[in-house]
C-alpha cells in the first residue's frame, strides 16, 4: 500500500491487527496526505465501506489464508467494495506447516489448506480478477 502511496494513490489500510495498522502509519511516514483513512476491519467484514467504494481492492500479506473456511466470504467483500471493472488482488500464504506446536499442523492443515485451494481453483479457471458475488461459490 505504501508503493501505491508513493505513486501518488490514495489509499485506504484496513487490518484486523492495531498493530499492524501501527507499523503502517510509521512505514507510510511522509505520505499521510495519500492515506484516507486508516481502520481496523477483518477482510470478512468490510460493511465500513459501501459496495463499488474503490477501484482496485488489494488484499496483500496473506490475510485471506487467515480466515480458513471463510476466505471465499472474504473475496465477496473485497468483490463488493470493488467498483464494476475494477480489479481485486489478492496474496496468500500456505500456512500449512507454520505452527510449530506438536500436532497443531497435522489437526489444522486440512481446514487452512482449503483458502489456498480455494485461489488455486480460480486461477485454474482463469477468474481470479473477473469474479461477481453471485459467481464466487460456483467455483469448483
Not at 45 to 50: H, I, K, M, V, Y
Not at 70 to 92: K, N, W, Y
Request: hydrophobic share 45%.
Amino acid at each position: 500500500m505504501i508503493e501505491l502511496a508513493r505513486l501518488g494513490a490514495e489509499v485506504v489500510v484496513a487490518d484486523l491487527s492495531p498493530r499492524q495498522l501501527e507499523v503502517n502509519g510509521e512505514a507510510a511516514a511522509g505520505l499521510e496526505d495519500r492515506i484516507v483513512e486508516r481502520f481496523r476491519a477483518d477482510v470478512t467484514n468490510l460493511s465500513r465501506w459501501d459496495a463499488a467504494s474503490f477501484d482496485p481492492a488489494v488484499c496483500y500479506g496473506g490475510p485471506l489464508s487467515y480466515v480458513l473456511d471463510r476466505a471465499e466470504d472474504g473475496v465477496a467483500e473485497l468483490v463488493r467494495v470493488t467498483r464494476p471493472g475494477g480489479h481485486v488482488l489478492v496474496s496468500f500464504m500456505p500456512l500449512v506447516g507454520a505452527s510449530t506446536s506438536s500436532g497443531a499442523t497435522a489437526r489444522s492443515g486440512a481446514r487452512r489448506s482449503s483458502a489456498r485451494d480455494f485461489f488455486l481453483r480460480l486461477l485454474i479457471t482463469g477468474t481470479s480478477l473477473h469474479l461477481r458475488p453471485s459467481s464466487i461459490r460456483s467455483v469448483d
